[in-house]
């Protein structure tokens, strides 16, 4: 399939950052999501980038629960809005400037991958690789650049699964609550 970009030029549109797990996402809590949510923008804005997606690294058996629990924490947020498509659920916050940050606390990607398929079949649609992408990607249009993997190298993330696909890969052994703009920056220029 031909990678669409929102904008013609060949600099970085699309970056994914995969870290934490929805526990810990939640433990962040609004100031702390405040802070990320700026955080991300920043460190993806210098270069262009419009959109940013994350993943958490991987999950437990309470994740709905801390689904629940990060909605509720997004609505306390200002610009921050959901949205919900092919049965999965993400949160969008938007900066001033353009540059989007999309929440997917789904932590295994191949459920959501399966959700996306089985939605898709439900719909009698045509199930082909631009109607995945689409709906596994959506809001954001262009498939990932990048995709910074939070955590040890030898560990891949279980919420990853299609993203995966087109995105050069860069891992950073740092948790999830050390991530600022600056790794961001790294890992873009590790890109370029």
């Known amino acids: 399939m031909p990678r669409t970009k929102e904008t013609p030029s060949d600099g970085l549109v699309h970056v994914v950052v995969c870290g934490g797990t929805p526990a810990e996402w939640v433990d962040l809590g609004v100031q702390g999501w405040s802070r990320r949510f700026a955080d991300l923008a920043t460190g993806v804005a210098h270069v262009g980038a419009r959109w940013v997606t994350?993943?958490?690294?991987?999950?437990?058996?309470?994740d709905s629960a801390h689904g629940d629990?990060?909605?509720?924490?997004?609505?306390?947020?200002?610009k921050v809005e959901t949205v919900e498509t092919h049965g999965i659920r993400r949160h969008v916050w938007r900066r001033d400037d353009g540059v989007n940050v999309v929440v997917d606390p789904n932590a295994d990607g191949h459920d959501r991958f399966a959700r996306?398929?089985?939605?898709?079949?439900?719909?009698?649609?045509?199930?082909?690789?631009?109607?995945?992408?689409?709906?596994?990607?959506?809001?954001?249009?262009?498939?990932?650049?990048?995709?910074?993997?939070?955590g040890p190298p030898d560990t891949m993330p279980t919420s990853l699964v299609w993203e995966l696909?087109?995105?050069?890969?860069?891992?950073l052994d740092i948790k999830w609550k050390d991530l600022e703009s600056l790794h961001l920056e790294m890992a873009i220029d590790d890109f370029n």
Do not use: K, N
């Open 54 to 62: 994350v993943f958490p690294h991987h999950g437990g058996d309470d």
């Open 69 to 78: 629990a990060l909605a509720a924490l997004y609505e306390q947020i200002d």
């Open 116 to 150: 996306v398929v089985s939605s898709l079949a439900r719909s009698g649609g045509v199930i082909d690789e631009q109607a995945l992408s689409g709906a596994l990607l959506h809001p954001v249009r262009d498939e990932p650049d990048l995709a910074l993997i939070l």
């Open 165 to 171: 696909a087109y995105s050069e890969l860069v891992f």
